[in-house]
């Protein structure tokens, strides 16, 4: 247990910021106000909930800097992995040699680095084995298309568009809690309408599945929403 004394709090709900006492137990804000006892002195200074980065390319950085000390040092506790339509999971044989070729720039590509998960749930079991902020994942689009039809510039066929829609809903059921798309990405770019949308706009009605953030696991329930 700590508690923060005479702090400016920012607490998230857009109110102006105030002076309180904040008492952290467990990891968790349990009290704010005026509070008695010994702590840390943080007049003149803010706190803050952790920032959550809605858009960040860490899917291999987590991996081999698992403390995160550019991120959580910044504030940042939460990150949205699994951009732009392109990343590791889920994917095959074929496709991880290619995606690591074609995220090389982002992510660079690490010599002797443990490549071994090829599912959403491998993929976030390795998350959580262990790093410091949380992070959710969203089923990339192209990695899912790459699967299907490779890197060839064409629509999907009705067949190939079922095979993507079935490794999406897996992604889903394993954990990733929603779809990125890319469409100036390779192979997420098709010179006619984009199967993401296509893939995007179907949702059983029944398909739920537990979302994971990894570091800790969440207990609620996502529910695709047909559109």
């Known amino acids: 247990m700590v508690i923060f004394?005479?702090?400016?709090?920012?607490?998230?709900?857009?109110?102006?910021?105030?002076?309180?006492?904040?008492?952290?137990?467990?990891?968790?804000?349990?009290?704010?106000?005026?509070?008695?006892?010994?702590?840390?002195?943080?007049?003149?200074?803010?706190?803050?909930?952790?920032?959550?980065?809605?858009?960040?390319?860490?899917?291999?950085?987590?991996?081999l800097e698992p403390s995160h000390v550019a991120k959580i040092s910044q504030g940042v506790t939460c990150e949205v992995l699994g951009q732009d339509g392109l990343s590791y999971a889920p994917v095959d044989d074929t496709t991880l040699p290619q995606l690591r070729q074609q995220l090389a720039g982002w992510n660079g590509d690490p010599d002797g680095?443990?490549?071994?998960?090829?599912?959403?749930?491998?993929?976030?079991?390795?998350?959580?084995?262990?790093?410091?902020?949380?992070?959710?994942y969203l089923v990339p689009h192209g990695s899912v298309r790459a699967m299907v039809t490779g890197w060839e510039n064409r629509p999907p066929t009705t067949s190939e568009l079922d095979r993507m829609r079935a490794i999406l809903a897996r992604g889903l059921e394993e954990g990733a809690v929603g779809m990125s798309s890319g469409l100036t990405y390779v192979p997420g770019c098709t010179p006619t309408r984009p199967s993401s949308s296509r893939c995007a706009r179907w949702w059983r009605p029944t398909t739920a599945s537990t979302r994971r953030t990894s570091a800790r696991t969440a207990t609620g329930r996502w529910r695709g929403t047909p559109r």
């Open 113 to 136: 680095f443990d490549w071994s998960w090829r599912s959403v749930k491998g993929y976030l079991d390795r998350l959580d084995e262990g790093i410091a902020v949380n992070a959710c």
């Open 5 to 63: 004394r005479d702090a400016t709090v920012i607490d998230g709900t857009g109110a102006p910021g105030y002076r309180a006492d904040v008492r952290v137990t467990s990891g968790l804000i349990t009290q704010i106000g005026d509070i008695g006892g010994s702590g840390i002195d943080a007049s003149g200074l803010v706190l803050a909930p952790g920032f959550v980065d809605m858009h960040a390319h860490s899917d291999l950085r987590l991996l």
